[in-house]
């Protein structure tokens, strides 16, 4: 049974530019949360999908936004990158109200 | 405004000694505190979580002491061995439907020593 899986491993951005990143949850879970994790710190939660919508969201502009299909995979967006936005990128899926899995994450460098 | 506080920042053990990182949250809201451990380039694994309702929780090697009135709580690593040197996060969490997000703390890099 595969766990969380997340694509791609690394990026490259410069800023000014967009990207997408993408998660495919652990078979049987229906909710994904995003997470970023500066270099150093613990994970800052961005949001969370269930059923498709936001469900919650936390102290991110709307640079970020999201979406979660019906197969429960999710993509993370951010537009216009600014330097800050490198650090690690973390999903991690769960059942509703349950523990939280996370994936191996993508490292985003912004340039 | 950091609602969980974890310390030591960085801990050095000896082999087969007991590593302890300690935690204190501020909202009391909170009632499920997971711990996850993470290796470099890797997502943070769920160890071992707790919550409000009992003092002390085992699994194996590690423990979670929970302290509700104080606000506190700790994770206690028995028999420490060099594949435990990792990073630790505590995290906390209000679990209500739809307000699941976790708040973690800063982190303790755990070196165990030979």
């Known amino acids: 049974d595969a766990g969380v899986t997340q694509s791609p491993t690394h990026l490259i951005k410069t800023r000014g530019q967009q990207v997408t990143l993408r998660c495919s949850p652990k078979s049987g879970h229906d909710t994904v949360s995003w997470y970023q994790q500066a270099l150093g710190q613990g994970p800052q939660f961005i949001f969370q999908?269930?059923?498709?919508?936001?469900?919650q969201r936390g102290n991110f502009p709307d640079r970020f936004s999201g979406h979660q299909f019906p197969n429960y995979s999710s993509e993370l967006n951010v537009n216009a990158l600014l330097l800050g936005d490198s650090a690690l990128y973390l999903c991690?899926?769960?059942?509703?109200?349950?523990?939280?899995?996370f994936g191996p994450g993508t490292r985003l460098t912004v340039t | 405004q950091q609602q969980v506080k974890q310390s030591p920042q960085s801990l050095i053990v000896q082999k087969g000694g007991i590593s302890i990182i300690n935690c204190a949250y501020e909202?009391?809201?909170?009632?499920?505190f997971p711990w996850y451990q993470q290796f470099p380039g890797k997502g943070p694994a769920l160890l071992i979580a707790?919550?409000?309702?009992?003092s002390e929780k085992k699994e194996g090697r590690f423990t979670i002491s929970f302290n509700k009135s104080a606000k506190q709580f700790s994770l206690h690593i028995m028999d420490s061995q060099p594949g435990d040197s990792a990073t630790y996060f505590c995290?906390?969490?209000?679990?209500?439907?739809?307000?699941?997000?976790?708040?973690f703390g800063t982190g303790t890099r755990l070196t165990i020593i030979p």
């Open positions: 999908y269930y059923e498709e919508e936001e469900r």
């Open positions: 991690a899926s769960s059942l509703s109200q349950g523990e939280q899995y």
């Open positions: 707790i919550r409000p309702d009992v």
């Open positions: 995290a906390a969490r209000n679990d209500h439907f739809g307000n699941e997000k976790l708040t």
């Open positions: 909202n009391t809201a909170f009632d499920y």
